[in-house]
């Protein structure tokens, strides 16, 4: 079993940045990739990133691609999402997922393992 632990959500001003950080335990080895998602009141789940935790491979949403950024720190256990040029229209709950798929899993479908999720709320 992985446990996922996300943090650094909070409040900031449009245009702003935030970092977000996701700390695995437990049986890491069985996650080969660290997604990134991110859920707004009334919409689906959607994906945002994803690393692979060996080789640092990164994927990325169409949208997300140049204001996002995704990183690791394997002695840490710890993955990250850098966030910038923030806008109203990121304002949701992020979620980081392992899974032991490798490639570019991005639906919800493929991720066994699920953080709790931090709020990030963008002012305009």
């Known amino acids: 079993q992985v446990q996922l632990i996300e943090s650094g959500g909070g409040l900031v001003q449009a245009g702003g940045s935030l970092t977000l950080s996701c700390a695995a335990s437990?049986?890491?080895?069985?996650?080969?990739?660290m997604g990134w998602f991110r859920q707004a009141p009334g919409k689906e789940r959607e994906f945002v990133a994803l690393?692979?935790?060996?080789?640092?491979?990164?994927y990325y949403a169409s949208s997300m691609k140049g204001r996002f950024t995704i990183s690791r720190d394997n002695a840490k256990n710890t993955g990250y999402l850098q966030m910038n040029s923030l806008t109203p229209e990121d304002t949701a709950v992020y979620y980081c997922?392992?899974?032991?798929?490798?490639?570019?899993?991005?639906?919800?479908?493929?991720?066994?393992?699920w953080g709790q999720g931090t709020q990030v709320t963008v002012s305009s």
């Open positions: 997922a392992g899974t032991a798929r490798l490639g570019a899993p991005t639906s919800i479908y493929e991720y066994n393992y």
């Open positions: 690393i692979r935790w060996s080789g640092g491979y990164t």
């Open positions: 437990g049986r890491t080895f069985g996650s080969n990739t």
